[in-house]
């Protein structure tokens, strides 16, 4: 055969010669076995040769390589997977599929260049697993992006202290954990974060200071108990002499 196009070959056909001429169409991205006029009718099986139709088309996808080089490349991969999945079985074209969106991905133009030059074998390339075919890059990203989530996990977590002296609005046990956190300016108190251990209630304590009537309570969370009475008016700021002001 002394180009890629002509008459149909049978399964015991001589492969293909590649030539040196290098592809001379428009756009590499458009390349397919129609547009080099390529003759895909090589193993006399209209099943095997529908897969070497779409592996040629995968192969050729933004290559420059000469169409018979494309070619003979498909019809070796072809013939990998018809010897290493047992022939036609559904398990040979799911992978041949599979094999052909990795060769079709924008992100990962390496993979169909290092088939063509023979980096990676027919033999090999039929049984490389998802991660094998995936782009150095891509797999940069993924370790990068494992070892911050491994950073993040190990970040120590707010610890929570057991208080009795809580009481749950709910199922008025008196065993509650609780974290404090400062969800406000600096020179406010800050926030406690209660959770019953029995019954999972939630609830916010906040502490508000006055100057005068000192500490009070204010519970955010409708289930929490009542906040406790203020204390009472200081005897001696009950009466002042005219005039004095107990803010100075």
């Known amino acids: ?132 075919l995936k782009s150095a890059q891509l797999k940069k990203l993924e370790q990068d992006l494992a070892k911050e989530n491994m950073k993040k996990a190990q970040v120590p977590m707010a610890e929570k202290s057991i208080s009795d002296a809580l009481q749950c609005g709910r199922c008025k046990q008196k065993k509650v954990s609780y974290s404090q956190a400062q969800t406000r300016s600096a020179d406010e108190p800050m926030t406690t974060f209660c959770e019953c251990t029995v019954c999972g209630n939630r609830w916010k304590v906040r502490l508000l200071w006055h100057r005068i009537t000192g500490p009070d309570v204010a519970l955010t969370h409708p289930s929490s108990p009542e906040p406790p009475p203020p204390p009472p008016f200081p005897p001696h700021l009950r009466a002042l002499p005219p005039g004095l002001s107990v803010f100075g």
Not at 45 to 74: F, H, M, Q
Not at 102 to 124: F, H, Q
Request: glycine share 6%; aromatic share 6%.
């Open 1 to 132: 055969m002394s180009s890629p196009g002509g008459t149909p070959r049978g399964p015991n056909s001589p492969a293909v010669a590649p030539s040196t001429a290098k592809w001379t169409g428009d756009n590499p991205e458009n390349r397919k076995y129609q547009t080099d006029n390529v003759d895909v009718n090589r193993t006399g099986d209209e099943a095997r040769d529908n897969c070497i139709a779409l592996l040629y088309n995968g192969l050729a996808y933004r290559s420059t390589e000469p169409p018979a080089a494309v070619l003979v490349k498909a019809v070796a991969v072809e013939h990998a997977a018809f010897a290493a999945y047992n022939g036609a079985t559904p398990q040979y074209k799911t992978k041949l599929r599979s094999l052909f969106q990795n060769l079709k991905n924008k992100t990962n133009p390496a993979l169909g260049r290092r088939v063509l030059s023979g980096e990676i074998t027919p033999e090999k390339f039929v049984v490389m697993d998802s991660d094998e």
